[in-house]
């Protein structure tokens, strides 16, 4: 079975400051991807980011980048330059990479990151 | 190009009665997840359709039941609701039910609020 863990429910950040969401996971596969999605009052699940467990380059969106460990089954989310609108719900999750298995999500339990004015 | 939709957005439900959900993939999409997100949690995984079939199903009891229809939109049917049912339902749309690829971005509805008093 796939877990994931947020342990940080809650999270602050000064506008134009960086801040670091950490997830860890644990699983026996050994190809899969990570992703963060991003829950506004909204509600749509919005994509920030995603890695590759076989790529060893840590992926980048902009001002999102991630930290991600595979040894250490960690995958963190590092938002630089904090903007007012990345205040939102943040999600990590999993999925298997197999073709036959679908594309589920496995997700955590979410980090709630307020950027302050 | 319209994204997901789903309908209604909020609805109230007395315990014991039917729920039913429903679900617009986006276009050109051919594959239907359900998820239930209750307060302060994350998503968890229900089911999901493809070619009018239930392909995958997470840990959920027999009183959630879906359909997929020709055109690919999907119902998510609850029987003898009880309170602990009262949740967001996302849906998720992708291509196919292959492995997650680049070229398959999944998108996420904005969700139906059913609250179960």
């Known amino acids: 079975a796939q877990t994931v863990t947020q342990s940080q429910p809650e999270m602050s950040v000064q506008e134009a400051e960086t801040v670091t969401l950490s997830c860890t996971y644990d699983t026996s596969e050994s190809n899969y991807y990570l992703f963060w999605y991003k829950q506004p009052p909204s509600r749509q699940m919005i994509l920030v980011i995603r890695q590759e467990a076989y790529k060893q380059q840590n992926a980048t969106e902009n001002r999102f980048s991630v930290n991600f460990q595979k040894a250490a089954k960690s995958f963190s989310l590092k938002i630089s330059d904090s903007q007012l609108g990345d205040t939102a719900m943040y999600f990590c999750a999993f999925m298997k990479h197999e073709s036959n298995t679908g594309n589920q999500f496995y997700f955590g339990t979410g980090t709630s990151l307020t950027v302050i004015p | 190009d319209a994204g997901v939709t789903q309908s209604p957005t909020h609805l109230i439900k007395t315990r014991g009665q039917q729920v039913t959900l429903r679900c617009s993939p986006k276009s050109g999409h051919d594959t239907v997840s359900w998820y239930q997100q209750a307060l302060g949690q994350g998503p968890q995984f229900i089911f999901q359709y493809y070619e009018e079939e239930e392909r995958q199903r997470g840990n959920f009891p027999d009183r959630f039941s879906g359909h997929q229809f020709p055109n690919y939109s999907s119902e998510l049917n609850v029987n003898a609701l009880l309170l602990g049912d009262s949740a967001l339902y996302l849906c998720?749309?992708?291509?196919?039910?292959?492995?997650?690829?680049?070229?398959?971005?999944?998108?996420f509805g904005e969700g139906s609020w059913l609250t179960v008093v």
């Open positions: 998720a749309s992708s291509v196919g039910t292959g492995g997650y690829s680049s070229g398959n971005t999944i998108y």
